[in-house]
């Protein structure tokens, strides 16, 4: 069975930065594409952030230029720096991992940009 742990949300002030990360766990699990996606209240989720098992990248253009996501397959960890951040950004943060035709969520953090 696979699990993603996300951590490392909170409450920031406009302009700050937060470093988020996602831990997945399973039996003989090697982590590929790695996905972020966030969910503002009353929106739909949004893919945020992709990160494919050789490290090519992919983000939401509301993101580019502040966030960065990267991996450590060592620890089957990715993790997403966020850096400038606005209110905009406030929502829950969820890593997603697809993994054998199944999508693999995590539970979320929350991250509360507000002065």
């Known amino acids: 069975q696979v699990q993603l742990v996300e951590s490392g949300g909170g409450l920031v002030q406009p302009g700050g930065s937060l470093r988020l990360s996602c831990e997945a766990s399973g039996s003989s699990l090697r982590i590929g594409v790695m996905e972020w996606h966030r969910q503002a209240p009353g929106k739909e989720r949004e893919l945020v952030a992709i990160i494919t098992s050789e490290g090519s990248t992919n983000y939401a253009d509301s993101v580019k230029g502040r966030f960065t996501i990267s991996r450590d397959n060592a620890k089957n960890t990715v993790y997403l720096e966020m850096n400038n951040l606005k209110p905009e950004d406030t929502a829950v943060y969820y890593c997603?991992?697809?993994?054998?035709?199944?999508?693999?969520w995590g539970k979320g953090t929350l991250v509360t940009v507000s002065s």
């Open positions: 997603k991992m697809p993994y054998y035709a199944i999508n693999y």
